[in-house]
């Protein structure tokens, strides 16, 4: 086996050009199919990372899904709002610990505004049961303060004391802007890879200031000033969702049935776990279809490797023959033909991974940054050491091919070669 091993080193030093081209092959394909899992298995974790401590979202009525990516993911927009007294009744409910309230429909150069209180601060948790931090400054005091998402400081180069105009509703035109009334940075948050980061957050009592004169959905010519609304005293009147988190989780199926038969006004109680599930399950085609691509490259992959041992086969008619000839029986260059290309399948499979977590490795943070996306450079594992294994066998029964046809090689015809 040793002598083996050792010929088959110098075989495919003597064709090293076609043996690294093989290699570099089997490694994209291999990089490729590691790559499109990580990602696949990363955005669902990040997607699940989103929010973690909150036992039940509460909404207008509708689905699950759409109060779900309105309410955390900042996609879309509700129904309909919750009356503030809804949401006092929610909170003083005797399974409640926290509720956290929160107010869309504003935005700021194309990131979600947020009204809501001092409780989104101190409760909203996320990843690991992780809270929210400042990278710099505090939370809004004063009416016109606001608290910017990682991604709004970084993509818009903003600072601590600069000033931002909100505009009406999500699209920013000059029309929609509420250009006599703007905010002041008092903090930046620390990047969470979650929708945080590409969130404004004000007051709700700032979002209720912003909007006199707007009532009708369109500015009426009647806008006060900042000097003349800091004298007055502003409470929410509607809000869009609540975050709740329960005093015990046994609490959470009674409370949801009750806010789903909520007397007062048409409400939703979802548990963001089950409507994450069925979320993925609605996104599980374009998972597939990645996975498929993967698959079929790998195979490209590797009928690249067999039509390269093929060719170089032929030319090797005259090698064969003279191993034949100095005693090498038929089956023993088979061996050695399935040899290299478990060698070339392996080396292969190792550079696409070594590649694959280089890559990861120095691009950790800038895809966080870029995209919002999560890649710890972690151990493989369980299933991604399968699927190195089948690649490893898809390689091995690969060989079996040119190393049969090479069996059946004759001497005679190995030392008489057509031509």
Request: cysteine-free; overall charge positive; proline content about 3%.
């Amino acid at each position: 086996m040793k002598a083996l091993i050792l010929l088959a080193w110098q075989s495919l030093r003597n064709r090293k050009t076609t043996a690294i081209l093989t290699v570099l092959t089997i490694a994209i394909s291999t990089t490729l199919l590691l790559g499109v899992e990580k990602v696949r298995t990363q955005a669902k974790a990040s997607f699940a990372h989103t929010i973690s401590g909150t036992d039940l979202i509460v909404g207008a009525r509708s689905g699950q899904v759409n109060l779900l990516l309105y309410s955390v993911f900042r996609i879309g927009n509700a129904t309909n709002n919750i009356d503030w007294q809804s949401f006092q009744a929610l909170k003083a409910h005797k399974a409640v610990q926290w509720a956290i309230p929160i107010s869309l429909g504003d935005s700021h150069r194309g990131f979600r505004v947020i009204g809501t209180n001092e409780d989104y601060f101190r409760y909203y948790q996320y990843g690991q049961k992780q809270h929210l931090a400042f990278r710099q400054g505090t939370s809004f005091q004063s009416l016109f303060e606001t608290v910017i998402g990682a991604e709004v400081a970084r993509k818009l180069g903003y600072q601590l004391g600069d000033q931002i105009i909100i505009a009406h509703g999500i699209s920013d035109k000059r029309f929609t802007r509420h250009d006599n009334l703007p905010f002041t940075i008092t903090g930046i948050l620390a990047p969470t890879g979650t929708p945080v980061d590409r969130s404004v957050h004000v007051s709700l009592a700032a979002i209720e200031a912003i909007h006199v004169g707007w009532e009708s959905g369109a500015n009426l010519g009647h806008t006060p000033d900042a000097a003349h609304l800091n004298q007055q005293t502003f409470s929410p009147k509607q809000i869009t969702a609540v975050l709740l988190g329960l005093n015990s989780k046994i609490q959470t199926f009674a409370l949801q049935r009750y806010i789903n038969t909520y007397p007062d006004e048409p409400l939703s109680a979802i548990m963001p776990g089950v409507a994450l599930h069925e979320l993925w399950g609605m996104m599980s085609v374009a998972e597939q279809a990645l996975m498929v691509v993967s698959v079929f490259v790998v195979i490209a992959g590797l009928l690249g490797m067999l039509s390269s041992l093929l060719t170089s086969l032929n030319e090797r008619r005259r090698e064969m023959a003279i191993l034949r000839a100095t005693g090498a029986r038929p089956g023993w260059i088979a061996g050695l033909l399935f040899v290299e290309t478990t060698a070339l399948t392996l080396t292969g499979i190792l550079v696409g991974v070594l590649t694959l977590y280089g890559g990861l490795f120095l691009s950790h943070n800038w895809l966080l940054d870029t995209f919002g996306l999560y890649l710890p450079v972690q151990a493989p594992s369980a299933y991604e050491w399968m699927l190195m294994g089948i690649i490893l066998i898809a390689g091995m029964f690969t060989s079996l091919i040119p190393a049969l046809r090479a069996y059946r090689l004759s001497l005679a015809d190995g030392m008489t070669i057509r031509i």
